[in-house]
Each structure stands twice: as structure tokens, then as C-alpha cells.
């Protein structure tokens, strides 16, 4: 492409890429800022386990929950406070990029408490508290795509706030959860509710999805099987991406997006590669493609600055391949069903445990500053 970085050539493409990681150290050192400036990141995404990591390493938050155990606040309130206080913080760093994308990228996103993961009224209700106390307009509220979680999406987005719907693992519930932002846009059009003003992106779990679907490969052990070894996560992903040009080229979508509505961008998660034996920017070089988002943890990202070979669109081109890679894992008995709804369940139980080890961790710091 050109001699620029591969992470420049990653952006040219059309990939905006977002750190899959925050602290408040990254934030005061400037290393945040590092990053915007030397390996074009363009938003961060944050989850309960990039939190509980955060506090419970370093003295960056030690003032804060001083303060907060001072004022006797609960473990509940607290994490409430040191979140969106980084949140907050991060978005202020990102707003020129904001500013210089029109709203596009510079985005902060942050996950609603996932117990709420099947409760769309109190999902509702905490992503538009989360949004009032962040009150940046690059914030984006991560949804989880429950059943449950469609008809808070719509409802949210219906609300005038941007979503980042996370833990998408199926073609079918992707579909679906296209549907909830375009139902959301239309009610919020209904409403009077200026469009050009939400954004929101659908994150796409990529290596999770070749760990479940591998490990059953190799059960099955056969030649036929071994060859099918880590192609799921691409395959899938690719013919997401067919599914997001066919649904934004509907007349629903068209007219929304003439009404000024903004395209819901793909964004690629999970793409830290799990396998060790796979290269290390697996699933950044592979899934190259206009109007993307890929959120990487910083390995990856490190990896795709240092050696990433990045050759253009490596997305459009593969539908048909990719459909013959599902197909051929499903001829062997592995239930690609089974396997994502598999993966959902895991997704909110395992954000559970981190919620749960970061109200813990804050519990203790709380106690300890008494």
C-alpha cells in the first residue's frame, strides 16, 4: 500500500481502530494520548474486566476512594463514581478526534452492569443514567445482545443516546440487533430527535468463536476436521459484514440514513488472537474492510504496528468462501447454534465474575481507607 506504519495503512483502509483497554494511569501518563498520536487510535473500549484490572494494580485511584470511603459511599455508587470519572477523562482526550472525524470515532465506550443483561427497563434505565454522568458527546453505552438486550437497544437509541451493543456471536442475533437500531432510529425520528446525533457500532466476537468451534474440531480429530481449524471467527465475521451491506441497503435503512442517520458500523472484537500458534494479527489483517471498527487489547495492537501486513480489503471478496467454511463445519455435526448461544451465555457470566471481582476489589480499598 504505502510505506506509512501498518496501523496508518490499517486507518487508509477504512478501519478505525479503538484500544480495547483503559486505566487511569494510561489516562495522567499520557500514554493514552501516545497512542492517538503514534499508532492511530481512534476510541477505547472498556469492559468490568478492563476495570477490575485496572483498580486493582497501581495507586492511580487511591485518592478517589479515599475520598469516596470519606463520604461514605457504598461499593455500588463508588465503582459507579471511579468509571465514568475515567470514562469521562478519556473522552476528553479523544475530542478532537472526535471533533475531526464529525462525531465518527473519538468514542469512549462503557458497559452497562451486567446483571442487568436480561432486563431491558433496568438496562434502559442505567444507560441513560451512565450517559447523564459521563455527559460527553463521544460516550458510547455498551449493551449487551441478549433477547433482552434488543428491545433496550432500541429503547436507548430511541432515547438519542449511542450504543455500542457488545457480546454479538451469531449472523441471527446480529440481524436482529441491526433491527433494533433501525426501530430505535425510527422511534426517535418519531420523536424529533436529531439522527446525525447517534452513533452506534455492533461488536462482532471473532476469537472466541474458533476457540469453542476448534476445540470441537479437534475432538473430531479427522483430517477433514484439523484443515478447518481456526477459519470459524474470519468466516463469521465476513459474512457480518455482508449482512450489514445488505441491511443498510434496504429502503428502511436508506431512508432513515436520507433523514440524516448514521450507518451502524461493524466492529470486530475479541481480536486478540487465543491460539499461539496463529499469527498474532490474525484477525486484524483478515478482516480488512470499509467503515469498520476493530477494538484491539495492546499486544495486538503492538503486533500490528510492528509487523502487520496490511493488503487492503480482505473482507468483500470472501462471502462465498466464508459461507463454505460454516457449511463444512456444520456437514461434521458442530452446531454453529449451539456453539454462539453457547458463547452469549459465557460472555454475560464471565463480565458477571469480573463485575463482581471489581466490586470486590473496591469493596476492600473502601475498607482500607477508613
Known amino acids: 500500500m504505502t510505506d506509512a506504519t ?15 483497554d483503559l486505566s487511569r494511569e494510561r489516562i495522567r501518563s499520557g500514554g493514552l494520548q501516545k497512542l492517538i498520536d503514534d499508532k492511530n487510535v481512534v476510541g477505547v473500549t472498556t469492559n468490568p474486566t478492563i476495570f477490575a484490572t485496572a483498580l486493582s494494580k497501581g495507586a492511580a485511584y487511591d485518592d478517589q476512594v479515599r475520598e469516596l470511603a470519606k463520604a461514605g459511599a457504598d461499593v ?32 469512549v465506550s462503557i458497559e452497562v452492569e451486567p446483571g442487568l443483561a436480561h432486563d431491558a427497563a433496568g438496562t434502559v434505565a ?31 437509541i430511541a432515547a438519542g443516546i449511542s450504543v455500542n ?36 457500532v455492533a461488536s462482532f466476537f471473532v476469537s472466541r468463536v474458533d476457540t469453542e468451534i476448534d476445540k470441537r474440531l479437534v475432538a473430531i480429530g479427522t483430517d477433514e476436521a484439523l484443515a478447518l481449524k481456526s477459519k470459524a471467527g474470519v468466516a463469521n465475521a465476513q459474512l457480518a459484514y455482508q449482512a450489514f451491506e445488505e441491511a443498510f441497503a434496504t429502503d428502511r435503512a436508506k431512508a432513515l440514513l436520507a433523514a440524516g442517520a448514521n450507518l451502524q458500523r461493524p466492529l470486530w472484537a475479541s481480536t486478540g488472537v487465543k491460539d499461539p500458534s496463529l499469527p498474532d494479527t490474525l484477525y486484524v489483517t483478515q478482516l480488512v474492510a470499509p467503515g469498520v471498527v476493530n477494538t484491539m487489547p495492546e499486544k495486538t495492537l ?54 463482581n471481582e471489581l466490586l470486590d476489589t473496591v469493596s476492600a480499598a473502601l475498607e482500607a481507607a477508613k
Open 165 to 200: 451493543v457488545t457480546l454479538i456471536f451469531s449472523l441471527e442475533r446480529y440481524r436482529q440487533v441491526i433491527d433494533a437500531y433501525l426501530t430505535g432510529l425510527e422511534k426517535a425520528a418519531a420523536a424529533g430527535i436529531d439522527l446525525s446525533g447517534i452513533q452506534s
Open 302 to 355: 503492538d503486533a500490528t504496528f510492528d509487523h502487520g501486513v496490511i493488503t487492503g480489503d480482505t473482507v468483500t471478496g470472501s462471502y462465498a468462501a466464508a459461507a463454505d467454511v460454516l457449511a463444512a463445519i456444520d456437514a461434521l455435526g458442530i452446531s454453529y447454534d449451539e456453539v454462539t448461544e453457547l458463547l452469549e451465555r459465557e460472555g454475560v457470566d464471565k463480565f458477571i465474575v469480573s463485575w
Open 126 to 156: 442505567e444507560a441513560k443514567k451512565l450517559a447523564a454522568k459521563v455527559d460527553k458527546p463521544n460516550v458510547l453505552i455498551k449493551i449487551p445482545a441478549t433477547v433482552e438486550g434488543l428491545e433496550a437497544i432500541t429503547e436507548t
Open 6 to 20: 501498518p496501523t496508518a495503512q490499517l486507518s487508509e483502509a477504512g478501519v478505525s481502530i479503538w484500544l480495547d
Open 76 to 107: 455500588v455508587d463508588a465503582v459507579f463514581e471511579i468509571t465514568t470519572n475515567d470514562v469521562a477523562d478519556a473522552s476528553d482526550i479523544f475530542h478532537a478526534t472526535f471533533e475531526a472525524t464529525h462525531g465518527l470515532d473519538g468514542r
